[in-house]
Each structure stands twice: as C-alpha cells, then as structure tokens.
C-alpha cells in the first residue's frame, strides 16, 4: 500500500513490505485501514505504527465507525461465490465481539460472477451498519442499529 501526494514522490505506508487486503481511509485522515487474515489493521500514516484488532475468525471487508470504537467486518470459512458468510461486530471500547447474522449458502450462485460478500459499512452518521444478506434465499440489503449492537457488547 503506498501513498501519493501531488507533487511529491509516491512512498510506502508500511516500513517493510507488507501484504494485506481491502484498504480504505479513516475519517480523520491521518490512519488507513487494511485487513489481513484475521486482523483488522489501522495504521498512523505519520508514524508508520500498526495497530492490530483481532477477529474471531477471517475477515474479508471491514468497516470503522468514525470515533474508531466499532468495526464491522465480514467472515467465511472457504470463499467461493454463494459461500455462506457471517457479520460480525467489535466493541473496541469493551474488547468484545458479537455475531450480528450469519448467511446461508446461495445454491446457483456458486461459480457465477455475482459477487455478494456482505461488504457491512457503517452509515447514516454510524447510528446504522448496512450489509448484504441471504437469509431470505435471495440477496437483500440489511440494516441493524449499531445502539443495538453496542448494547450487546
């Protein structure tokens, strides 16, 4: 992962060569986010320092509230398209985790191109998580009270 400022030569995030995934900003521009495995990692641009958040299990897509106090973050014990699939939130405040909905297969989709990881965000000022489901045999759009999951956590 490497940063490019105008006017100035590109430079690596990471002090060494690092691999990860999925990577997005954090609301207060000085941290990036990328996951690995099963860590969800923010890094301080500056300084190069990693914190490292721990997952239960493998996170494909992840999510920061803006505060950095909660993440959401999508699992899967062997991917391929219609695998079944969880949500999972964390509580960075308490260090506790809570399994928001787990996904069934999605028989037929499986080799297809359609792609419906759960991607789970936090939305509408973080008061909301959105993620895509397949309870209901098909793909749907969902939304749970992130109050509702700090509660639980």
Not at 13 to 22: A, G, I, M, N
Not at 29 to 36: D, E, F, L, S, T
Not at 38 to 49: F, L, P, V
Not at 87 to 96: A, E, H, K, Y
Request: glycine content about 6%; proline content about 7%.
């Amino acid at each position: 992962m490497w940063l490019i400022r105008r006017g100035q030569p590109a430079r690596p995030v990471f002090s060494s060569p690092t691999r990860v995934t999925h990577e997005w900003w954090d609301p207060d521009g000085k941290h990036v986010w990328c996951v690995w495995g099963n860590e969800t990692w923010r890094t301080d641009i500056a300084s190069q320092q990693v914190e490292k958040i721990e997952w239960p299990h493998h996170c494909w897509h992840a999510h920061n509230s803006r505060d950095g106090h909660y993440l959401v973050a999508d699992s899967n014990e062997r991917f391929y398209r219609g695998c079944p699939s969880t949500v999972n939130f964390i509580n960075r405040l308490t260090g506790r985790h809570v399994q928001i909905i787990g996904n069934p297969e999605m028989p037929g989709i499986t080799g297809a191109r359609y792609h419906i990881d759960p991607h789970p965000r936090f939305c509408f000022q973080d008061r909301w998580v959105v993620f895509t489901t397949t309870t209901r045999g098909q793909v749907d759009l969902a939304m749970v009270k992130t109050a509702d999951l700090v509660e639980r956590t």
